[in-house]
C-alpha cells in the first residue's frame, strides 16, 4: 500500500512557505483549521527524479537539453503529464528528468 503524502504552499499574507510530509496521521497536528483559504495542496505523483528526488504536483523538471517542463494532473489523459511554457504536454521520463524546483518556491525558472 503506498502512503498518501502531500505538501502544501501556504498563501500570500499566510507566510509563503512550503510544509513538505504532509499525511494523514499528522494532518490534525499540521494543517489549520481554514486550511483551504490559506494553502494550496499538492500530491505526491508517485515517481522519483534521475537523482531520486520525490516529484509532486506542480514540481519544475528539467531534461538533459535544459528545457523545462511542469508537473500537472492531465483529466483528459487521467495521468500525470509535464507542461511545456506553451502549454504543450508530454509524458514523463523520469530516468532522464531532474527535478530543479516548483512553481511557487521558484516561479523565476518558468517565467
Not at 43 to 54: A, E, W
Not at 76 to 90: H, I, P, Q, R
Request: with cysteine; net charge neutral.
Amino acid at each position: 500500500m503506498t502512503n498518501l503524502n502531500l505538501r502544501a504552499w501556504y498563501k500570500k499574507g499566510y507566510g509563503e512557505k512550503m510544509v513538505y510530509n504532509l499525511s494523514p496521521n499528522t494532518w490534525g497536528k499540521r494543517i489549520p483549521s481554514n486550511a483551504e483559504s490559506c494553502m494550496i495542496f499538492m500530491l505526491q505523483i508517485g515517481s522519483k527524479d534521475n537523482k531520486g528526488n520525490i516529484v509532486y504536483d506542480k514540481d519544475i523538471l528539467k531534461s538533459p537539453s535544459g528545457a523545462l517542463f511542469v508537473v500537472k494532473w492531465n483529466e483528459d489523459e487521467f495521468a500525470w503529464k509535464m507542461y511545456s511554457n506553451d502549454g504543450a504536454w508530454y509524458n514523463m521520463n523520469m530516468g532522464i528528468l531532474e527535478r530543479v524546483g516548483n512553481i511557487y518556491e521558484n516561479s523565476d525558472l518558468i517565467n
